[in-house]
């Protein structure tokens, strides 16, 4: 029963990705510059997520010499790292007009502070690599 619930919620928060305009059936209109600021936080997730796919596209192209598992590993950790920011953007956007709309606190996320130490770990590995020279 919770897991239908659940699933349900999560169905009903993704058709909101889809039509944004079904946010404003709920509460009152917020100022206008906390919904601008909102979605520049959301344009600024978009753009880490790029960077991300980016970062992985680097590794597979300037890193031929690097063992191919770890090549392809570091690859496919910056991909889907990449992929889930776009998802995460959409679904923080949403649920932080919401929040405004209703009067709510803003929700909070432990994801910046997953994203920050994976990143970390994976820039400290390849700087590793380098170092030994695994990357020449």
Same mark, same amino acid.
Do not use: K
């Given at each position: 029963?919770?897991?239908?619930?659940?699933?349900?919620?999560?169905?009903?928060?993704?058709?909101?990705?889809?039509?944004?305009?079904?946010?404003?059936?709920?509460?009152?209109?917020?100022?206008?510059?906390?919904? %601008?600021?909102?979605?520049?936080?959301?344009?600024?997730? #978009?753009?880490?997520?790029?960077?991300?796919?980016?970062?992985?596209?680097?590794?597979?192209?300037?890193?031929?010499? %690097?063992?191919?598992?770890?090549?392809?590993?570091?690859? @496919?950790? #910056? #991909?889907?790292?990449?992929?889930?920011?776009?998802?995460?953007?959409?679904?923080?956007? @949403?649920?932080?007009?919401?929040?405004?709309?209703?009067?709510?606190?803003?929700?909070?996320?432990?994801?910046?502070?997953?994203?920050?130490?994976?990143?970390? !770990?994976?820039?400290?590995? !390849?700087? !590793?690599?380098?170092?030994?020279?695994?990357?020449?």
């Amino acid at each position: 029963m919770i897991l239908t619930e659940g699933l349900r919620s999560a169905r009903a928060a993704v058709r909101l990705w889809f039509s944004p305009a079904r946010v404003r059936e709920e509460g009152t209109t917020p100022d206008y510059r906390f919904s %601008l600021a909102n979605e520049r936080t959301f344009l600024a997730w #978009l753009r880490t997520g790029l960077a991300l796919i980016g970062g992985g596209f680097a590794v597979d192209q300037f890193l031929p010499r %690097l063992h191919q598992g770890l090549r392809v590993t570091c690859t @496919v950790v #910056l #991909l889907v790292g990449g992929a889930l920011c776009a998802l995460r953007a959409v679904n923080h956007w @949403v649920r932080c007009e919401r929040a405004m709309r209703r009067g709510e606190d803003l929700p909070v996320s432990r994801f910046p502070t997953a994203l920050a130490l994976s990143v970390g !770990v994976l820039a400290v590995a !390849v700087v !590793v690599l380098v170092l030994l020279g695994r990357t020449t």
